[in-house]
């Protein structure tokens, strides 16, 4: 189908045409036209096209519709029908980490980090006496699980890490969670050695999280800016978002105050009627005339699969995209009105005028504005509670490097 043709067709869906039907009347992909063109769920580097992804990708609810494009399998308009966003962080957590901790190159990078953390840091036992500390562990082969000889000390130090004690049940309790790292074939000085190699490791590298704040000024600065916005998000949320929610003779009273400004335009009710062929629109002008329901109407004019006549039912704003620009709002059947290259004709049960909305109508708006003027209110507040000093030196760095 030729660009000019898709560009019509962008035209008629931004007016209120029909997406599924004009798919199913033009498409000539016939897997989906028949499906009113709706695709199978895709993620990315699912379409083998980059310009198709990136496009569709691009829309969401409030921008459902692409403009037309080109791929090498011919022209598309693409609509957005619905998105799964990706999983939550904690959800994924597992099977990202499992991921990157297979990957070569993060072995590589961990025994490397580890090295340096095992010279910087002061450590004692890193390299214990493997026979003694086996010794003090016993396998119970009906249960499974290991426990303490029978002379054992369970708070006997086996590892230092700066001023971080682990004690042989710390070691116990790292053998009986990570036994599915265990070869069966391993003799138990064998056993204890490797499997004490890894709690060395797990533990400097726990060592290092649990610290990070105090060994990294940098992480620390963003730790500290993360929890202060997640404080201001906490009391934005119970002040402002949430207090003007719950405040409902605050809001009815400010509803009150600033009716003026939450007024519907002048509307029409009724239903428009739309075709590229002028013949069809006088059809239905003189069914309209008799009093044809749009079905019936519908039911006699579009024959053979073919959509000549769209319907459009409601209530419009005047200036509305489903109406010409040229028509009046005047009760009853119009008159045929051309424009480009499409006929219209409307059938017009009521004109509303301009009123003022009841609070229901305008409530989600008017909890906008009200959380607007309880913002500012704080603010002030603020404003007289506390100083406010601009270091008007430091402020032009700042700006410097922004700008740079």
């Keep these: 189908m030729l660009k000019t043709a898709f560009e019509e067709l962008h035209r008629l869906l931004l007016q209120g045409d029909d997406f599924e039907a004009l798919a199913t009347q033009f498409s000539d992909d016939k897997s989906s036209a028949s499906r009113g063109g709706k695709l199978k769920p ?86 214990p006496n493997f026979i003694q500390l086996g010794s003090n562990l016993t396998f119970d082969s009906t249960k499974s699980t290991w426990k303490l000889s029978a002379n054992a000390d369970a708070n006997q130090s086996v590892l230092i890490v700066k001023d971080q004690i682990y004690v042989l049940q710390d070691f116990l309790d790292y053998l009986n969670t990570n036994q599915r790292l265990v070869n069966s074939k391993w003799a138990k000085t064998q056993l204890i050695k490797k499997q004490y190699a890894s709690f ?90 008799r009093n044809k329901s749009n079905a019936a109407i519908a039911e006699a004019l579009n024959t053979n699969n073919e959509q000549n006549v769209i319907f459009t039912n409601g209530e419009f704003e005047i200036g509305h995209s489903a109406l010409p620009n040229t028509f009046e709002a005047v009760k009853g059947v119009s008159k045929v009105i051309q424009e480009n290259s499409n006929y219209y004709v409307l059938n017009i049960s009521a004109i509303k005028p301009e009123s003022v909305k009841s609070f229901e109508e305008a409530k989600g708006q008017v909890i906008a504005d009200y959380q607007v003027v309880l913002e500012s209110e704080w603010l002030d507040e603020l404003r007289v509670k506390f100083d406010v000093v601009v270091h008007e030196d430091v402020l032009k760095k700042v700006n410097e490097l922004i700008s740079n």
């Design 42 to 127: 895709f993620k990315s580097g699912q379409i083998n096209s980059e310009i198709f992804e990136n496009t569709a990708f691009e829309l969401s609810a409030s921008n459902p519709i692409s403009q037309p494009i080109q791929t090498r399998y011919g022209w598309h308009i693409l609509k957005f029908i619905d998105k799964t966003p990706v999983a939550s962080f904690e959800k994924l957590q597992p099977n990202l980490e499992n991921q990157v901790g297979k990957d070569s190159r993060s072995q590589i990078v961990k025994a490397k980090m580890l090295e340096q953390l095992l010279a910087e840091y002061q450590i004692s036992n890193q390299k």
């Design 200 to 289: 060395l490791e797990q533990s400097v590298f726990q060592y290092k999280k649990d610290n990070l704040e105090k060994e990294n000024e940098e992480f620390a600065h963003v730790i500290n800016e993360y929890r202060e916005g997640l404080l201001l998000f906490e009391l934005m949320q119970d002040k402002i978002w949430e207090g003007a929610k719950n405040d409902s003779v605050g809001l009815q009273e400010f509803y009150n105050a600033n009716k003026q400004n939450y007024v519907w335009p002048k509307r029409v009710e009724g239903s428009v009627a739309r075709s590229t062929n002028a013949k069809h629109i006088k059809k239905v002008r003189k069914h309209w005339s």
